[in-house]
């Protein structure tokens, strides 16, 4: 009797650890836009995400033309986004990432916060533009 307790609590453990996976979040062309309505340069769309990233405590570096690359440490946790944008329109999408059991496109699902958290703050920031 003892083993089969011990075999359905080490069962609902595998099961429940599943569970804190999700397919990885990567936003794709999103519409870059302002409460004026003036459509922004692609630099002070740049500006907008790196405003938005440091906020939440991510770390913006320049990459290339029109690319930031976010990297974000919590705790023993990091993620690395790659931020293409333009004028019209920026995407975040999944690069690499440490200690947040990504395989076979699945993610912690942290990481989807931390995404949607960023792409929120990213439109804020370009609202308040």
């Given at each position: 009797m003892r083993f089969r307790s011990a075999v359905s609590v080490a069962v609902l453990a595998v099961a429940l650890a599943g569970c804190s996976s999700a397919p990885i979040l990567n936003i794709e062309a999103a519409p870059v836009s302002t409460a004026s309505g003036k459509k922004p340069s692609a630099q002070e769309v740049r500006a907008a995400i790196i405003r938005a990233g440091s906020s939440l405590g991510w770390q913006?570096?320049?990459?290339?033309?029109?690319?930031?690359?976010?990297?974000?440490?919590?705790?023993?946790?990091?993620?690395?986004?790659?931020?293409?944008?333009?004028?019209?329109?920026?995407?975040?999408?999944?690069?690499?990432?440490?200690?947040?059991?990504?395989?076979?496109?699945?993610?912690?699902?942290?990481?989807?916060?931390?995404?949607?958290?960023?792409?929120?703050?990213?439109?804020?920031q370009l609202s308040a533009s």
């Open positions: 913006m570096r320049d990459e290339g033309p029109n690319l930031l690359v976010g990297t974000l440490h919590l705790r023993s946790h990091t993620a690395v986004v790659e931020i293409p944008y333009n004028s019209q329109t920026y995407s975040i999408k999944y690069r690499s990432s440490v200690n947040l059991d990504a395989q076979g496109g699945q993610i912690h699902k942290n990481y989807n916060g931390w995404i949607q958290n960023l792409n929120r703050n990213i439109n804020a």
